[in-house]
């Protein structure tokens, strides 16, 4: 959901923005409707903003920036500003201004302008949500491989995290190849070679084999009688214990 802060002191010129906002989409909720500094401020500090729609005089809006009230770092790019009358383009530098508008009989231009906004906060949610679900899936993919005790100082270690994660994402992969499918995917980040990939992954497995005790390995693998893994039998087996 993005959450909209709409600073205006008119109601009117209020119950048109509230309507064309409506419109944009689903996703869009006016979480405050402000017009005075202490409203905004509470607005502000008790309500998760994404954007900033102003429609104010000029001044009214300079007092709102040289007062601070809206925070340089957080709300980049985050706001409309709809003024009455044209200014010049050199009247102030101000980063947190995504556009400025300065003829609110132009509603539909306003509205194209939010609904762009909205599409890029949209977008970069997102974006952090996918990052930072691939962070935590790594994480439990490197915790794994640590309690094997896989030592990162090889590179193949690196690759086995790396193969794991696509494998994780890919979720109905079933043909098997890695080295025709998968390994050139992780050679491509790590600029390697499928078969240099490959190489390393196995000579890290060996290794691991000498650092992990017989019976903790066994017990990892769900095996009667321990026989030395391939990578395959170690990826697979992690796969079956993640938990995402």
């Known amino acids: 959901m993005i959450n909209i802060l709409l600073i205006e002191n008119d109601m009117e010129s209020c119950k048109k923005l509230i309507n064309n906002i409506s419109k944009i989409n689903s996703n869009v ?9 202490k ?11 994404d954007i900033i729609i102003i429609h104010l005089d000029y001044d009214e809006y300079i007092n709102i920036r040289n007062n601070k009230l809206i925070s340089e770092s957080k709300y980049k790019n ?4 709809i003024l009455e009358r044209k200014i010049g383009k050199n009247k102030f530098d101000d980063k947190n201004i995504y556009h400025c508008i300065t003829n609110f009989k132009d ?3 306003i509205t194209n302008t939010i609904s762009k906004l909205v599409q890029t906060k949209q977008n970069n949610i997102l974006y952090n949500v996918n990052k930072n679900k691939e962070k935590y899936i790594k994480e439990c993919i490197k915790s794994e491989l640590e309690y094997l005790r896989y030592s990162f100082s090889y590179s193949g270690t690196s690759y086995l995290l790396e193969t794991i994660y696509i494998l994780s994402v890919l979720k109905n ?10 390994y050139p995917l992780v050679g491509a ?4 070679s499928a078969h240099t990939v490959k190489c ?16 903790k390995l066994q017990e990892y693998l769900y ?11 170690i990826i697979y087996a992690i796969l079956g214990k993640l938990k995402i």
Request: hydrophobic share 30%; glycine share 2%.
């Open 39 to 49: 409203e905004i401020k509470h607005a502000l500090n008790n309500y998760d903003i």
């Open 223 to 233: 095996e009667y009688e321990f026989l030395k893994p391939g990578s395959k039998r």
């Open 200 to 215: 390393n992954i196995r000579n890290a497995t060996d290794m691991m084999t000498y650092e992990c005790e017989e019976k």
């Open 78 to 81: 985050s706001v409309v500003l």
């Open 189 to 192: 980040k790590f600029h390697k």
């Open 173 to 182: 992969y079933c043909n098997d190849n890695l080295e025709k499918d998968i």
């Open 29 to 37: 909720r006016i979480s405050s409707i402000s017009s005075t500094f």
């Open 107 to 109: 509603i539909n231009k």
